[in-house]
Structures are given as C-alpha cells and as structure tokens.
C-alpha cells in the first residue's frame, strides 16, 4: 500500500457521460498530480495541484478539469466522454519539496 | 518541451545482467527518475539521479551524464518478477514538480 488512495478501482460508462475519480494523497502530502495512461501508452501528465492551488498544467482536454480540497484529497471530473478516454487515471502525490511521486493503484476508466 | 526515448520491448534471461538506455531532450533539467510498473499496476519509485554518474541500490543502479542526455538503468542477477515496464522520466527545472515520462521499455525475463 502507496498510502495513496483512488476511487473507484474500476468504472464503466458510456459515451457522452461524466464522471468523477477521487484520490487521497499520503498523509502530510501537499502536492497531488493526475497522469492518464492508455492502452500500452506512456503516463500523460494532466494537472498538478499544491495545497489547494492548481500548479501546473499538462495534456489535459477542456472537457475535463480537477480541483485540490481544503482536507487535500483531489477530484479528477472528466465529461462528454469519448471511447478515447478509456484508460488508467493514475494520482500521484509528494511532499513538499521532496524529489519522488508516489502513485496510488488507479482507476480503470471503461467507456462503451 | 520534452523528448524521452527509450526502447519499447527488451527480452533478457534469469540471473542475467539488462541494461535500459534512455535518452532525452529538455530546455531545462532538475532530475532524472526511473519507475517500474508491473502491468496494471501504479508505478512504483527506483531511482533517481540529478548528478553525473552511477547510484546504486541493490541489484538496481542507474546512471546518468548530463552533458550527453543519457541514462540508463542497470538490473542485475534478473528475476522472474523482474518483468515490468521501466519507465524514464525527467523532471524540467521549471519549479514545476510534475514529471514527464518516457514511453516504458517493457522487460520480458525468460527463464
């Protein structure tokens, strides 16, 4: 156990649907990030936030968006789903200042 | 922008010796790191290095050289649960402390 925490392990849904992923990060963590990962494709970097506060943004759709909670755990909500959004939704989470990610189990994302 | 290459299929046999190159391309550099991931499964933390040259932890060392772009991990006496995908990833000197992660080089070990 990473001692990150993600929600659901598996979802299916259909096209055009939204969902929610969650994630709890190590306790004392401040920074919590959000990777995709496709069928045989490398971890895609989507959005890290600090404390609250979004800190960096990478590949991420406008269709979804993801927001860091006063308690620090994050909510990762992507809608109109598409069958290309299937995929692993990896958290990650570090301390501050601290050099390593930690990754929680993920969420298997099935879109019919 | 980054660039991260790295091979995507290595094949090597128990108590062997495999070594992953990865090379990239950045417009800045603050750490070089390397993951396993077992299929499925999240990535789990090996290595990380920022300075020319080797680290070593148990049957795992990776080196770096900044000048030329390159890394590679070394894994010793392979075992069978050896094989995963090993994931290079760099992390830019940008203050930003997200990650960006080369494709996996997928390592079968055959007994």
């Known amino acids: 156990d990473s001692g990150v925490t993600q929600t659901p392990k598996h979802l299916i849904t259909a096209t055009g649907q939204r969902v929610t992923l969650r994630c709890s990060p190590r306790?004392?963590?401040?920074?919590v990030y959000w990777y995709q990962q496709s069928l045989d494709q490398g971890l895609q970097f989507l959005i890290q936030?600090?404390?609250?506060?979004?800190?960096a943004k990478g590949n991420i759709l406008e269709r979804f968006s993801a927001q860091q909670f006063p308690d620090l755990h994050s909510e990762l909500n992507l809608s109109s789903l598409e069958l290309g959004d299937s995929a692993l939704y990896f958290c990650a989470s570090s301390a501050s200042g601290a050099n390593v990610l930690t990754f929680g189990a993920g969420s298997r994302l099935t879109v019919l | 922008g980054q660039n991260i290459d790295q091979p995507t299929e290595m094949t090597a046999t128990e108590g062997a010796i495999v070594q992953i190159n990865c090379t990239y391309q950045t417009s800045g550099f603050n750490g070089l790191f390397w993951y396993q991931q077992h299929a499925g499964e999240a990535p789990t933390f090996l290595s990380y290095?920022?300075?020319?040259g080797l680290e070593e932890k148990g049957r795992f060392s990776s080196f770096l050289s900044r000048s030329k772009g390159y890394s590679y991990l070394l894994l010793k006496e392979l075992q069978m649960k050896d094989s995963a995908s090993y994931l290079c990833?760099?992390?830019?000197?940008?203050?930003?402390?997200?990650?960006?992660f080369g494709s996996g080089t997928r390592l079968q070990v055959q007994p």
């Open positions: 306790s004392g963590d401040l920074s």
């Open positions: 990833a760099v992390r830019e000197d940008t203050g930003r402390r997200a990650l960006t």
């Open positions: 936030y600090y404390n609250g506060e979004e800190r």
């Open positions: 290095n920022v300075l020319d």
